[in-house]
């Protein structure tokens, strides 16, 4: 029983909405919206501690006191609070979800005296409540980095730049490295956040190799899945419309692939702007280059007072840097000279300049002189012929290598193996052997940490490290001089496929966007890992077992045509292995089995590797493959659109279980044969089915087996629609409701299928067409968003579909719908002859009839007998017989929907 403490309580008025606590009822703008008692519990919570971080824990004591509750319950309810406050629609904002601590109310709340039983009016004066925590901003969309320092002596060109963002689409910071170009891009992305409504994202291009992974890049900056065969598919819907701001960084080693991808966003996306990054310009159509200077620096024959000489950038940048390596240092008139000379010397190169001044500590100002000169001497004898500026970076670099230790050397080139941040134990574990120790390399680390040769990234909960581009690049040139980069290149593919071991357990503990969060940064390291193993110099065994391990995380980051690509070049590796590896080749073809499922029919090469994979499955007596490739053959049959294949295939899972009765079978078993018996036409087998799966007992342990669907969201799909047909309309709306609540707080793929198979369909069949196209409009942005090329399908035919009921003429299959083969499958045919009696085709009709398909049989049965009563005046004797049939059928599955549609149809005839 929940505790009721609203009474005699004043109204929250927040936005459009009034939240009466004493009538226990939501209002916007005096009307009354539809609000279950839980979500009110849950939103008087929410309201009445405005600003605060509530736990979980705290909001579930609220709503469920002395009540058990599942994980993902809170989390529904809040989903189904938001998508009636229109949470997100124009920018509006109301719970924000705070990572590892809870959610927040972040609008004003204000109390405002309630009027039983009428509109609640605004009070002449309101007192914000929670004055003590008031509500933090509203979030701003992107995904810059924090930067590493501020931008010393850049306010003028971040000015300047940023107004040329705003006017021009394609602006360039061109400029050696060394000089700042991120620092300063930063800064002017960091101005522009409210200028750009659909966000700042930040595209960091170091880790790439290939320059046609560039648009990958992108897509994973906006979280987008993209195929690696066609990556501007996933960009072009999101990007068409949107406004925004990409900044592409460190473009100069793919330049090529940045500036074809610069010029198809200027074409494409009229309102998308581009800010990049380069050693030289991208040379792309449109772009406005701007050629970033260096620190301005005192000249040397006139040097300036103490109090003039701060104010040069230069200046600032040495003697704050200076500051914080040496406690002892101070800007005076008695060192001003030599820190302006200092200066100079480096060009006013701010990333020299950061190296210079973290060596005062162990040099001293005099002694960093005297080295400098020393370091400069060959390129001060070539000053005159103005050097290229990486030249000077280069030569600093040398120079800073050579005042390291012998083990920050080996330490440094050997880190340039990482493609991404690092922590200090992996470090250790892929740098460390018989001459390095584990301790030493932290050391080290450490060491080039504080030399400004590391970065750090202390704003998580892990302090990660990470090499800047420049210096990973130099430092890769030594370990590759050095004869060490094989040894590395294994050590480093052998970190990230344990590593990857060791994520899977927790794979069915955690929630999963914990676990990709924990683990997806690997990502970078991995390919790396791949490519090199793959490649001529490399191992082949390591690469097939570090892409058999990174199966699951790949997948689940939803790059699904990347892992099929590497799966494949696994497999052509694995027969060449000596000795033979048959538990590697299973779980490589077992993978290959789960990505056929994506496919749309059935093939020989996909038959003929399900037949393989079971033959070693039983040859290893392996149970959890065997299970898992049946669960590929269940999807596969699935998505042909032959139920009773489903239904047989999901029988004979139990014979692979090590016991009849083994939990994993009996879910996926179970769960697969409520599918089979809903769209077989047999409701009621498939209802009491549905509610089995439900009641599973809760847990992550057996995730593998139900691919990325959660059964809280694929059982009620069924219940929904199940629920229409037996003519419970308003239910079957709530179930369908809770489906698409379910698949907000799981995955892409979840949604789609919770909007395409219930949410829609039962809208259009109550004819609630002004509905359906809200929520066609949003599975159409959200499959095109995601690369969904599955559910575009859908989309575009629900699109024809509500323009041909809207009066928009005929809908014909093959005209305007397209052939068959033009469709995601026959899945889709069936739906489509429920919603139109003009598409109803004879495939339809004759697998009604051959008995693969039932759960629209009475619908299609009766459109084929309309549609042959307008084509022929004959045709009287062949409808009804038809039309006979659907009401027997209709009848027989207890579905009360479809039987009145047929006996409307029959009296009609009847009638004449």
């Not at 069915?508 to 676990?515: A, G, K, T």
């Not at 090199?532 to 790949?554: E, H, K, N, R």
């Not at 996926?668 to 089995?692: C, K, P, T």
């Amino acid at each position: 029983m929940r505790t009721d403490t609203s009474g005699g309580l004043p109204a929250l008025a927040f936005g459009p909405f009034v939240l009466d606590r004493a009538s226990k009822q939501l209002l916007a703008d005096g009307q009354v919206l539809r609000l279950g008692g839980r979500a009110f519990d849950l939103l008087c919570a929410l309201a009445e501690r405005s600003g605060e971080v509530l736990s979980r824990a705290e909001l579930e004591a609220r709503v469920w006191p002395h009540t058990v509750v599942e994980e993902t319950s809170l989390r529904v309810h809040v989903s189904a609070l938001r998508r009636v406050l229109g949470d997100g629609v124009a920018g509006a904002r109301y719970i924000a979800n705070v990572p590892g601590r809870g959610y927040s109310f972040v609008v004003p709340v204000v109390a405002v005296p309630a009027v039983d039983g009428a509109p609640v009016p605004a009070a002449p004066a309101p007192v914000p409540l929670a004055q003590h925590a008031p509500p933090p901003p509203a979030r701003r969309l992107h995904n810059l980095p924090a930067r590493l320092s501020h931008a010393i002596g850049r306010s003028s060109v971040t000015r300047t730049l940023g107004e040329r963002v705003a006017t021009q689409r394609l602006v360039s910071i061109v400029g050696p490295g060394g000089m700042g170009k991120t620092t300063v891009a930063l800064a002017v992305a960091e101005s522009q956040l409210e200028r750009f409504p659909d966000g700042v994202w930040f595209v960091d291009l170091a880790p790439l190799s290939d320059p046609g992974r560039v648009p990958l890049a992108l897509a994973s900056a906006l979280n987008l899945s993209a195929s690696s065969t066609d990556p501007w598919a996933a960009l072009r819907e999101p990007l068409r419309e949107s406004r925004m701001l990409i900044v592409l960084d460190n473009c100069e080693h793919v330049i090529d692939g940045a500036a074809a991808l610069s010029e198809r966003v200027l074409r494409e996306a009229p309102r998308t702007h581009i800010l990049a990054t380069s050693r030289e310009a991208l040379d792309a159509e449109g772009e406005w280059v701007h050629r970033l200077a260096a620190l301005e620096v005192p000249v040397p024959d006139d040097p300036p007072p103490l109090e003039q000489a701060r104010t040069f950038a230069a200046v600032q940048l040495f003697a704050e840097r200076a500051s914080a390596n040496s406690d002892s240092f101070a800007l005076s008139a008695a060192n001003i000279d030599i820190v302006c000379h200092l200066c100079r010397q480096l060009d006013g190169m701010p990333l020299a300049i950061e190296l210079a001044a973290a060596r005062i500590d162990s040099l001293g100002l005099q002694g960093l002189a005297a080295r400098l000169d020393e370091m400069f001497t060959l390129l001060t004898r070539g000053r005159r012929t103005v050097l290229p500026r990486h030249r000077t970076l280069q030569a600093l670099l040398d120079w800073s290598h050579d005042l390291l230790t012998d083990v920050e050397r080996v330490v440094l080139r050997r880190l340039s193996v990482f493609r991404s941040a690092f922590t200090l134990e992996s470090a250790a574990a892929v740098l460390a052997g018989a001459d390095l120790s584990p301790e030493a390399v932290v050391d080290g680390v450490l060491g080039l940490a504080a030399k400004s040769l590391v970065a750090v990234d202390a704003s998580g909960l892990t302090v990660r490290h990470r090499l800047l581009y420049t210096t990973r690049t130099y430092a890769a040139d030594k370990l590759a001089a050095s004869g060490e980069a094989r040894q590395l290149a294994v050590a480093h593919a052998t970190y990230f496929r344990d590593a990857l071991l060791q994520a899977l357990p927790q794979r069915d503990i955690l929630p999963i966007d914990e676990w990709l969060q924990r683990h997806g940064r690997m990502m970078d390291d991995i390919r790396a890992g791949m490519d090199w193993a793959f490649s001529p110099d490399g191992d082949a065994l390591l690469g097939v077992q570090l892409t058999a391990a990174a199966f699951d995380l790949v997948n689940e980051l939803g790059l699904i045509d990347e892992c099929r690509a590497w799966v494949d070049l696994a497999l052509e590796a694995v027969h060449t292995l000596q000795p033979a590896h048959p538990e590697l080749e299973l779980r490589l073809r077992s993978a290959r089995c789960f990505h056929g499922s994506f496919t749309k029919g059935r093939n020989f090469a996909y038959a003929a590797n399900i037949e393989r994979t079971l033959a070693l499955a039983a040859q290893l007596n392996s149970a959890a493959q065997s299970i898992e490739v049946m669960f590929s053959l269940c999807a596969n049959a699935f998505g042909a659109g032959d139920y009773r294949d489903v239904g047989e295939m999901a029988r004979r899972v139990r014979h692979y279980a090590p016991e009849p009765d083994e939990p994993a079978a009996v879910l996926l078993s179970d769960r697969f044969l409520a599918l089979s018996h809903h769209y077989l036409g047999q409701h009621e087998a498939a209802r009491l089915l549905a509610e089995r799966v439900l009641h599973y007992p809760a847990g992550n342990a057996y995730r593998q087996y139900i691919g990325h669907i959660p059964r809280a969201v694929s059982m009620r799909i069924l219940q929904a629609r199940m629920l229409w047909m037996q003519g419970a309309c308003d239910r079957a709306v709530d179930l369908a409701a809770e489906a698409e609540a379910h698949a907000e707080g799981s995955n892409p793929l979840a949604l789609s299928q919770a909007l395409a198979m219930a949410a829609i369909p039962v809208a259009l069949w109550r004819g609630e067409d002004a509905r359906a196209r809200v929520l066609v409009e949003r599975l159409r942005r959200h499959a095109d968003w995601h690369s969904q090329a599955y559910w575009q399908s859908w989309a575009r035919s629900y699109d024809k579909v509500l323009a041909a009921r809207a009066g928009g003429g005929p809908l014909r299959l093959g005209i305007e719908l397209g052939p068959v083969e033009a469709l995601s499958g026959l899945g889709e045919l069936d739906m489509l002859g429920t919603l139109v009696e003009s598409v109803v085709s004879m495939v339809a009709v004759e697998r009604v009839g051959s008995g693969v398909v039932g759960w629209c049989a009475p619908e299609i049965l009766r459109a084929h007998a309309e549609n042959g009563l307008r084509g022929a005046s004959h045709a009287a004797g062949d409808a009804e017989s038809a039309l006979t049939r659907s009401l027997d059928i209709a009848r027989q599955q207890n579905a009360l929907s479809w039987e009145l549609r047929s006996a409307t149809s029959l009296a009609r005839l009847w009638r004449g």
